[in-house]
């Protein structure tokens, strides 16, 4: 049991473990950026193989789940394998230094006073005295934070790795388009295959402004929203173009804006060859037929492109003659045309179902929408904080030199004779710059 644990510690700790993760990460980066990160559509061939291989969304497979776990765990067996030798670098002298350089002078002073004065030099030189066995030694170090770079860039990028994780499994982000009064609490997720996803808040859209250049082009295009929670406003404020509005760690985007369909058409109606009048009719309401008025006519669906045949309404007609349900077309012309003798073969789609009536669709009523995107990412400030991590290792790790000073004394018939021995891991002239600073100070 106890040799399966070393060896099982020992793999996790492994450098060749490590290479050999950041060799699949890689793989996986190459493959989601050659092949589009979205499930297409129809599958067939091969793409059902790249599906069931979860190669379509390879960020979110439980391979990369897997790779990024194990690495996680590599990255904190090996810094613990390692930081104790590293702590003790960092708390004792300088090892494996790859710069030496001993000195020797004389002076006429009382020892005590060159311990005071080498005492306040070194402190001077921002170095950390640490107590020495005799009396006559004194030993300053600087820079030994050197030691932890690698271990505060281990940290950095294990905090990238959680912030990493959490993004893709908890992460959320989706559109959807509002008109000005609508209230919406869900997006839709994913672009060929959308999903709705529920939001723990509404969204309302008061107002929908667009401001325009001279030539034509837009300027800005401004929301006015109201966030209700428990049908009760907890935010109102406008969002613009890169100045989100944060809801609960969602962040809303004004991301875009078109013209969309509504629940309104105008009809004309024509009875016999007489045009008699047109009306704007709305999905899910009636109207009286003019010069029958008895008779009501109920608008059951309307449609910005039924069947890829173009707009249509679907109206009922209800008369004492029993009801008729047909469909308006705008393009019925066209229809007709393609296909001749359809009017009879499909009476459904005939606008002359009902004579002596003629029903004709001569447009959709359209409105201004605004494009939102909703995304929530709680990775997000992990990742964030981790990158400075990272960064600030690699500052200590190469800017940082390491360092240190070992500094005795002796009385002797001529004066005090001092022993000065520097040495440093990198940085040769850092060292040198501290040794004839000391060595001029002293001689004043």
């Not at 670098?89 to 002076?107: D, N, P, S, Y």
């Not at 005799?134 to 690698?150: F, I, M, P, T, V």
């Not at 009809?267 to 029958?292: C, M, N, Q, S, Y």
Request: net charge positive; glycine share 8%; hydrophobic share 40%.
């Amino acid at each position: 049991m106890k040799s399966f644990r070393s060896g099982l510690l020992s793999v996790l700790s492994s450098v060749k473990l490590t290479i050999s993760l950041l060799l699949i990460l890689a793989a996986m980066g190459i493959i989601g950026t050659v092949l589009p990160q979205e499930e297409p559509q129809e599958v067939f061939g091969l793409c059902r193989l790249l599906s069931a291989l979860k190669l379509y969304d390879v960020f979110h497979s439980v391979l990369f789940y897997l790779v990024m776990i194990l690495l996680t765990l590599n990255l904190v067996f090996c810094s613990i394998s390692r930081f104790p030798q590293a702590l003790k670098r960092f708390r004792g002298e300088v090892e494996g230094a790859r710069f030496k350089r001993k000195e020797t002078l004389t002076l006429r002073l009382d020892p005590d006073e060159i311990r005071k004065k080498i005492h306040f030099l070194l402190k001077r030189r921002r170095y950390t005295i640490f107590t020495s066995p005799g009396e006559n030694e004194l030993r300053g170090q600087k820079g030994l934070l050197s030691y932890l770079g690698a271990y505060i860039v281990h940290a950095g990028v294990f905090v990238l790795l959680v912030g990493t994780l959490m993004s893709s499994l908890l992460s959320l982000e989706g559109y959807v388009n509002i008109r000005e009064g609508e209230t919406v609490d869900h997006i839709e997720t994913g672009r060929n295959n959308p999903i709705s996803r529920s939001l723990p808040f509404q969204i309302h859209l008061e107002k929908f402004t667009v401001e325009w250049y001279e030539n034509g082009m837009p300027k800005q295009y401004r929301s006015d929203l109201k966030i209700l929670k428990d049908g009760k406003t907890a935010i109102e404020a406008p969002l613009t173009v890169n100045h989100p509005i944060v809801v609960d760690g969602f962040y809303i985007y004004q991301a875009s804006y078109g013209e969309m369909p509504t629940p309104e058409a105008r009809l004309l109606i024509i009875h016999g060859r007489e045009k008699i009048g047109e009306i704007t009719v709305t999905e899910g309401k009636a109207f009286p037929l003019p010069r029958d008025e008895k008779v009501k006519v109920s608008v059951l669906r309307v449609e910005s492109d039924f069947m890829r045949m173009g707009p249509a309404v679907k109206l009922a007609i209800h008369s004492d003659g029993g009801e008729f349900v047909f469909w308006v077309f705008k393009q019925i012309e066209e229809i007709v045309t393609s296909n001749p003798g359809i009017l009879k073969e499909v009476p459904m789609i005939n606008p002359h179902l009902y004579p002596p009536y003629t029903f004709v669709l001569t447009g959709l009523k359209s409105a201004l929408y605004s494009g939102l995107q909703v995304k929530r990412d709680p990775g997000a400030p992990l990742v964030g904080v981790g990158a400075i991590i990272v960064i600030f290792g690699l500052i200590v790790t190469y800017f940082i030199s390491p360092r240190s000073l070992t500094i005795r004394w002796e009385r002797k018939d001529t004066g005090t004779e001092i022993y000065i021995k520097g040495t440093a891991a990198k940085d040769a002239s850092a060292l040198n710059r501290d040794l004839s600073y000391l060595i001029g100070e002293l001689k004043e």
